[in-house]
């Protein structure tokens, strides 16, 4: 089991800059992927940013360029840098780590936090 608690969510103005961080627990010694998925209101959740175990990053289209994914192994903590926000960067962002147990990829998630950007 992989408990993941994020934080730094707020209100932000178009242009402006946050940062999240989710913090994980239990058996992280098991996660392989983790990264920052984001659900917007009448919207499927979608991909933001992964990192590897070993650093490699995937980001999406529409944040590439103003997101940064990165990762703190020693402290089980992955961070999303936002910058240049837009409003339409607004939605609820959720943390994802992904465990291997055996053959299987079990994905966890956290409870997700706010982000809303004004124009």
């Known amino acids: 089991q992989v408990q993941l608690v994020e934080s730094g969510g707020g209100l932000v103005q178009a242009g402006g800059s946050l940062r999240l961080a989710c913090v994980a627990s239990?058996?992280?010694?098991?996660?392989?992927?983790m990264g920052w998925y984001r659900q917007a209101p009448g919207k499927q959740r979608e991909l933001v940013a992964t990192?590897?175990?070993?650093?490699?990053?995937n980001y999406a289209d529409s944040v590439k360029g103003r997101f940064t994914i990165s990762r703190d192994n020693a402290k089980n903590t992955v961070y999303l840098q936002m910058d240049s926000l837009k409003p339409e960067d607004t939605a609820v962002y959720y943390c994802?780590?992904?465990?291997?147990?055996?053959?299987?990829?079990?994905?966890?998630w956290g409870q997700g936090t706010q982000v809303t950007v004004s124009s």
């Open positions: 994802n780590a992904v465990v291997q147990v055996w053959i299987k990829m079990i994905p966890y």
């Open positions: 990192i590897r175990d070993g650093g490699a990053t």
């Open positions: 239990g058996n992280t010694n098991s996660i392989n992927d």
